[in-house]
């Protein structure tokens, strides 16, 4: 079971890593953070540090609203190849129990997603406090180990919902078409109406962990752990699609 696991998780990496879409959303999510934070910073970094109620551990992860972008394509992009063509026939013909297929393009899928996203997280930290000047903050600064690694867990864990409802729609553009908007525009506009329950949808609960004194019901870990819940929810609804419904 052990050589069978292996070469299962294996032969996923090879398809992920032969995937040009899927690999170049992966990429996305370090050089658009990273290039996105130096821009941003280095050009109003400072001018918006002098605002009563700028928050600078906060202001940090600024780029991540469009990491997260990349890293909702690279889950929606992963699972979304096995709907092309017959390629799940495929892969279910070469791996004909569902579960262990399932998990392993999961696995396969968050793993990389978290490194990446941890690295990208760091490294996005890092170079954007080289521009703040008097205003940087460091890795010692109270909060930011704990943002840093919070923000990788995220985009790691968007990518799992993102691979989620790619498998029970059976559609990377439906995904797509439904999960960008909702993180860029309606959950803002949730907040502003119903700001009480608009604290447990994913990327709000998830981005608590980037608060240096996160306010509301939810503390940092635990807005992360419901965003993991929406994470797991659509995971196993995917794989009650991938189980129950035809190739």
Known sequence: MTMTTTAVLHSEWIKIRSLRAGLGSLIAVFLATVAITVLALASIGTAEADNAGFEPLFGAFYALNFGQIAAISFGTTAMSSEYLNGALRISLS???????????????????????????????????????????????????????????????????????????????????????????IVSF???????GAAQFLPDKAGQQVL???????????????????????????????VRRRDA
């Not at 867990?153 to 029970?168: F, K, R, S």
């Open 94 to 184: 070469a791996v004909p129990r569902r579960g262990l297929f399932y998990g392993a393009k999961v696995a396969v899928v968050g793993a990389l997603a978290l490194g990446v996203g941890i690295v990208t997280s760091f490294v996005s930290f890092l170079a954007g406090q080289a521009f703040m000047g008097d205003y940087a903050i460091g890795l010692g600064h109270d909060g930011a180990v704990r943002a840093c690694v919070g923000g990788g867990v995220y985009l790691g864990l968007m990518a799992l919902l993102a691979a989620g409802l790619t498998a029970l729609l059976r559609s990377g553009i439906a995904v797509l078409s439904i999960l960008i908007p909702f993180t860029l």
């Open 189 to 195: 506009v949730v907040g502003d109406v119903a700001s």
């Open 211 to 241: 608060h240096q004194d996160p306010t509301g019901t939810l503390g940092p870990w635990a807005g992360l752990a419901v965003m993991a819940a929406w994470a797991g929810a659509a995971l196993l609804a995917g794989w009650w699609a």
